[in-house]
């Protein structure tokens, strides 16, 4: 069983930046592919970024591609998503995920793939 808490969101000024920290409880922390996904107001959660256990591989989606970076510090079991350039589109409430991959690849971008989540923080851009 994994626990995820996330923290960082607030509101900020378009064009400003956010740090997000997802910190994970339990152990190996290091096999699991850890996601953050998003869901604004009458819309569907969507992929935003993922990072395989070694974090030697990133995807993220197109959307975000060059603001946002995704890392992780697997001696904290936490993993981050800095965010720059931020957007009015980018308000959301943005989730932690993760999955336990030791070998293989999954479909990075579905949400259907992982299988624990944290509760959430909010992000607000203004204009």
């Known amino acids: 069983q994994v626990q995820l808490v996330e ?3 607030g509101l900020v000024q378009a064009g400003g930046s956010l740090r997000l920290s997802c910190a994970a409880s339990g152990r190996t922390f290091s096999s699991y ?6 869901q604004a ?3 569907e959660r969507e992929f935003v970024s993922a990072i395989t ?4 591989n990133t995807y993220y989606a197109d959307s975000v591609k060059g603001r946002f970076t995704i890392s992780r510090d697997n001696a904290k079991s936490t993993v981050y998503l800095q965010m720059n350039s931020l957007k009015p589109d980018d308000t959301a409430v943005y989730y932690c995920a993760a999955r336990l991959l030791i070998v ?3 479909r990075y971008g579905s949400l259907y793939e992982y299988d624990y989540w944290g509760q959430g923080t909010q992000v607000t851009v203004s204009s």
């Open 33 to 38: 592919v850890m996601g953050w996904f998003r």
């Open 53 to 56: 256990g070694s974090g030697s």
């Open 104 to 106: 293989g690849s999954i």
């Open 7 to 9: 923290s960082g969101g």
């Open 41 to 43: 107001p009458g819309k």
